[in-house]
């Protein structure tokens, strides 16, 4: 079955510290890669997403993700955290069955929680 | 306002109860999903539906049932037959399940709770 890991449960950062958290999937076909947040009190907001192309995409607040195919991994990052990032963030993947229902499959998320 | 509207945000039933939780989209998605989030788990696929009148189980489908009669609305309901019930329920949608934007929408979400 496809599975989505991320090695950090909780991360706990200063401000203005740089940020990387691992994403690493089990498909080996097509995919469509995401990474969503969740701030507290909030619903889940989509962060940013890989369809095709480039395989560096931008996202929202300055973060930004890089697909590797050859490792199968979408790790997302932000090269100086505000406090204001304290959320869960979930990593999420697409696996494209070409006309079968495609599906959304989640990480279990970390925690980050960034120190003024 | 488009978007994905769940309510209520906050559910409290007996055991032995069931439960219904509403989610309705005025975004014109043809698919629809239940997830469930736990603390540690991530968020884990309950049921899904790519058009009315179809859905098909997904992960976790035991203890809980759906219906898609119309396009906007997708309710779950939590049967007394879930062993686990108390949890944050999380409705979404995509434009459709099988094109290749597999992007979905997420409600503010339904936080039940068993006693």
């Known amino acids: 079955a496809q599975s989505v890991s991320q090695h950090n449960h909780h991360v706990i950062l200063s401000e203005a510290a740089s940020l990387e958290l691992g994403c690493n999937y089990s498909y080996g076909g097509t995919v469509n890669l995401f990474w969503y947040v969740q701030y507290p009190g909030q619903h889940l907001q989509l962060l940013l997403k890989y369809f095709s192309g480039d395989p560096l995409v931008k996202g929202i607040k300055g973060f930004e993700a890089e697909f590797i195919k050859s490792k199968f991994s979408f790790n997302l990052r932000k090269p100086s955290v505000q406090w204001s990032d304290t959320a869960e963030y979930f990593c999420a993947v697409s696996p494209l069955y070409g006309g079968a229902t495609n599906k959304l499959i989640f990480g279990t998320g970390t925690l980050l929680a960034v120190q003024p | 306002d488009g978007g994905i509207t769940q309510s209520p945000k906050y559910l409290f039933r007996k055991e032995g109860q069931n439960v219904t939780l509403s989610c309705e989209q005025n975004?014109?998605?043809?698919?629809m999903y239940w997830y469930r989030q736990d603390p540690g788990q991530g968020l884990r696929l309950i049921y899904y539906s790519q058009i009315v009148n179809d859905f098909q189980k997904g992960d976790i489908a035991e203890g809980y049932s759906v219906s898609r009669e119309k396009k906007e609305s997708f309710p779950l309901t939590v049967t007394s037959a879930q062993k686990n019930p108390t949890a944050f329920y999380l409705c979404?949608?995509?434009?459709?399940?099988?094109?290749?934007?597999?992007?979905?929408?997420f409600g503010q979400g339904t936080r039940l709770t068993v006693v």
């Open positions: 979404a949608s995509s434009i459709d399940g099988v094109s290749s934007d597999t992007e979905a929408f």
């Open positions: 975004l014109n998605h043809d698919a």
